[in-house]
């Protein structure tokens, strides 16, 4: 590898958070990642703690496994995949591209697709059979850690320098939020709700609010989340246990229902409510991973409804529009951001944020 590509100044161990096993995150320190000729090696400024993170943490068997579904993590892993940092070493390939240089400030999508498989060959990489995510297996570390390396097949984006790091600590999950509502089709006279009012449900109602339906109503259990949601667009915002909002949805529809429903709150009771929300032929968007499986009566979906249930996975294609929407307020995120970290307390991250009382997004700081 040429001098010119790699750093001489990178020390050789960092301290990180290392995941064993449910409930078992150490802060250890470990060697830092160097760049193979393919790679990329980031200064990381800041890292997200996702529902993902604290569901991995609490042994959700989504990501550990069970009897019906393998093990989706591989440990021991550094978790974090929403992230921002500077480029300090590049491969030789990678230099020779042209494309990132030393002294980027970059982003990585959370998937690192395997460019191989059927679907990465259709251009569905986001779908890759055979992917790593960040932060969830050993051979794709991810951002609690001083430095983290992107590989080859990652999906790398620029991220302009005059972005605060609480904002470009966003792209990430704005860009999920994002291709959330683009599945949800919406429409100049959709009356569209919005299940949850969490970091990712936030960055859903700036991104509605620009298909601009006739009424975007917000749902959530948290005032704090409904003020949010209601400064970044929201027509009205409603908390399931102090209303019937099903009730209320219906009462604004003359009895139809709302003709868009995004579930993004991650509670079963919202999937239910949902189908009982939504008109008949309405688009009902699943976005939420849960700790648990979820049941409710598919005949509504079929017989009674005949609803176009859609799946909304990562942020793919999204991240140049997130990014300069995020960069010029068009996706609103003042206030998103509650804490900031150290990196040593991310225990205190962890519990804050599975608590969820006033906290929306922290950061951790290495």
């Known amino acids: 590898m040429s001098g010119a590509t790699r750093s001489n100044t990178l020390p050789e161990t960092m301290q990180a958070v290392v995941a064993y096993a449910p409930h078992d995150y150490r802060f250890e320190t470990v060697p830092v990642p160097r760049a193979g000729p393919d790679d990329i090696i980031i200064e990381v400024e800041a890292c997200g703690i996702c529902a993902s993170d604290i569901k991995t943490f609490i042994g959700a068997p989504s990501f550990w496994g069970d009897k019906e579904q393998p ?5 021991p892993m550094i978790p974090g995949h929403e992230f921002v940092g500077y480029a300090v070493e590049v491969g030789e390939n990678v230099a020779r591209k042209g494309e ?53 097949t990652s999906r790398t984006h620029k991220v302009p320098t005059d972005v605060p790091v609480e904002k470009a600590a966003l792209v990430e999950p704005y860009a999920c939020s994002v291709h959330a509502v683009n599945r949800g089709n919406i429409q100049l006279d959709d009356v569209v709700v919005l299940a949850g009012a969490g970091p990712l ?34 027509d009205i915002v409603m908390n399931p246990l102090e209303m019937d909002v099903v009730k209320a949805v219906k009462d604004m529809t003359d009895g139809y229902g709302c003709d868009v429903y995004i579930e993004a709150s991650g509670h079963p009771s919202s999937v239910k409510q949902g189908l009982h929300m939504i008109r008949k ?20 979906i079929s017989d009674r409804k005949q609803l176009d249930l859609l799946g909304s996975h990562l942020g793919p294609y999204c991240y140049p529009f997130t990014i300069a929407g995020i960069a010029d307020g068009r ?36």
């Open 71 to 75: 093990r989706y993590v591989k440990p």
């Open 100 to 152: 990132f240089k030393v002294g980027d400030r970059l982003i990585s999508e959370q998937i690192v697709p395997c460019d191989d498989c059927r679907y990465c060959k259709r251009g569905e990489y986001w779908m890759c059979e055979r992917h790593d995510v960040y932060g969830f297996q050993k051979n794709v570390n991810g951002a609690m850690a001083k430095y983290m390396r992107f590989p080859a």
């Open 201 to 234: 449900g936030l960055g859903m109602v700036g991104a509605a609010r620009l298909k601009n339906p006739s009424k975007l109503i917000v749902l959530d259990t948290k005032q704090d989340r409904l003020d949010l949601a209601k400064k970044f667009g929201a």
């Open 281 to 300: 032929l309405g688009r009902f968007v699943e976005f939420s991973v849960f700790g648990e499986e979820i049941t409710a009566d598919w005949s509504i």
């Open 331 to 366: 996706l609103p995120t003042e206030g998103v951001v509650t804490h900031k970290l150290p990196l040593s307390e991310f225990q205190k991250g962890l519990d804050m944020m599975h608590e969820g009382k006033g906290s929306i997004k922290i950061l951790l700081v290495p």
